[in-house]
């Protein structure tokens, strides 16, 4: 929390003026053009690998955000890292890489990761060789299995939950029995809705509450924010948590990752928050910017 503290205050202006009301727009624009902030940004130089969330950051839904491209050129003129992290594990890596591929952005294996992912290394690291039951959709099936976790139909060592599309009753009521005779309940991450363009629909948060309901236990979350991610991200990429900087639209998840884990955060304005969601959150980013072409110049 002191760090915290002091990373806000550190940050001059942008602290002081969270809660201003006269803060919204113009100075946005200006991208806090006032002395004490410049000397703070110029702490991003000095980082070396950013993480990015994806909707509502780098694209929205399938449109691109304008500077998203330049923001990546930017990245790689400069010798930076980045990598692309969701929670939203209904998808896989591969097919994370192909959406961006159409909209322009060429990136490899090594740059996107997901809360499957995680989940997938976490299993390893503490529960090796231990039986799987999961409510996923195929692709997430096929991640896993591919990856070395053994999926059964019946009496698993572990029920992990995801965000399944493909979820039945079957695979619901199935889930609760297991976890009521003794598996462990492990979820992906804990959204509770996902974004979509007809509106929300539910997300894995919302398929859990229905197994919390029905048995009483409460699933140990991965993803976004908990340290699982930012240990996951150091192992993969080899960088420590002071030479990264996670940039989102979302406080409880992308922002509330770097504030309870001692990464540097950078809140962008053009997905699900809106600058006066800061005023009554005690989720604090380090930096905020109207989007992320606003940051090229800063890098
Ligand atoms: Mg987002």
């Known amino acids: 929390m002191n760090n915290n503290g002091g990373k806000l205050n550190n940050s001059g202006g942008k602290a002081n ?91 490899t294996a090594k740059n996107i990761a997901t809360a499957g992912d995680v989940t997938i290394e976490f299993l390893h690291e503490n529960y090796p060789g231990k039986s799987v039951y999961l409510v996923g959709t195929p692709l997430l099936e096929e991640e896993f299995e591919r990856k070395g976790i053994k999926l059964i139909q019946d009496n698993p060592d572990i029920v992990v939950v995801s965000f399944d599309l493909t979820l039945t009753y079957e695979k619901l009521s199935k889930a609760c029995t297991f976890i009521r005779n003794g598996s462990e309940f492990i979820a992906t991450h804990m959204d509770i809705n996902c974004p979509t363009e007809d509106g929300f629909i539910p997300d894995c948060g919302s398929i859990c509450a229905a197994i919390i309901t029905s048995t009483g236990v409460k699933p140990r979350y991965l993803g976004k924010p908990f ?69 090229i110049e800063w890098l």
């Not at 002395?35 to 839904?61: A, C, H, P, Q, V």
């Not at 890489?97 to 159409?102: E, R």
């Not at 930012?230 to 420590?240: A, L, V, W």
């Not at 992308?254 to 600058?275: C, H, P, R, Y």
């Open 17 to 107: 003026n969270i809660g201003n009301k006269n803060f919204g727009d113009s100075s946005l624009d200006n991208n806090f053009n006032n002395s004490n902030l410049n000397s703070s940004l110029d702490k991003l130089k000095e980082k070396k690998l950013f993480i990015l969330d994806m909707d509502g950051t780098f694209y929205l839904g399938n449109r691109i955000l304008d500077g998203s491209l330049d923001f990546i050129e930017k990245l790689r003129k400069t010798g930076r890292d980045f990598l692309f992290f969701t929670n939203n594990a209904s998808k896989t890596s591969e097919f994370y890489i192909k959406k961006l591929a159409a909209m322009g952005c060429e990136i």
């Open 227 to 295: 340290k699982e991610t930012i240990e996951m991200i150091e192992r993969i990429t080899g960088y420590k948590k002071e030479e990264m900087v996670i940039i989102g639209d979302r406080l409880y998840t992308d922002i509330a990752t770097g504030f309870n884990n001692g990464v540097t955060s950078i809140l962008v304005l053009t997905g699900e928050t809106k600058m006066e969601d800061l005023e009554g959150s005690n989720i604090k980013p380090d930096y905020v910017f109207q989007s992320l072409k606003n940051i």
